[in-house]
């Protein structure tokens, strides 16, 4: 689903053996709206869980949209490459314990079914999408409807809907005595 990837990030880092994090946005955020703290914390765990970034004082991670990464099969495991370096940001982390025992205080480890939790998104997004399609078609009809009464109102149809209105041909069928009276009222 090239629409739901295209909200999630994979950090890893930069020509170093790591973890990959990947962070799901929310539905119309940017990178833009990625608070700092948030990026930084995801940055130090992939520095953190690398091999041999993690003995290092600072190393470069990068981050980038999840359909930009390119993985062949004659890359190594945990290996990734990208599409396009345009779409590529790389920051320079440095260690920071104090974020990486923030972390380790706040880890939570529990079983996901990741297939179920996947199924159970895409159910609400797809209700969300009905849900709006179903205003938008009734914003439609509304319209619609209103564009046939103005169309109508400018049209001389209604004019011979009223029912004490008579034509020429009902006027000249009446009998003698109405036509006189009609005579006598003008």
Request: include cysteine; aromatic fraction near 6%.
């Amino acid at each position: 689903k090239q629409w739901y990837q295209r909200r999630v990030r994979g950090f890893h880092v930069d020509k170093l053996s790591s973890a990959h994090v990947y962070l799901r946005l929310n539905k119309g955020e940017t990178v833009d709206d990625i608070p700092k703290e948030l990026v930084q914390q995801c940055c130090q765990l992939v520095k953190a869980n690398s091999i041999q970034g993690c003995k290092l004082a600072n190393v470069d991670v990068v981050y980038t949209p999840y359909p930009n990464l390119k993985k062949t099969g004659d890359m190594v495991a945990g290996q990734v490459g990208f599409h396009k370096n345009k779409k590529v940001i790389k920051i320079n982390i440095e260690k920071n314990n104090e974020i990486w025992k923030k972390l380790e205080k706040t880890r939570e480890e529990r079983d996901i079914d990741l297939k179920e939790e996947r199924e159970r998104r895409d159910r609400q997004e797809r209700e969300e999408l009905k849900k709006q399609q179903k205003v938008e078609r009734d914003l439609e009809k509304l319209r619609i409807e209103e564009e046939r009464r103005e169309r109508d109102m400018r049209s001389y149809k209604l004019l011979n809907d009223d029912p004490e209105l008579v034509t020429s041909n009902q006027f000249a069928n009446e009998s003698d005595a109405e036509r006189e009276l009609v005579d006598d009222f003008m």
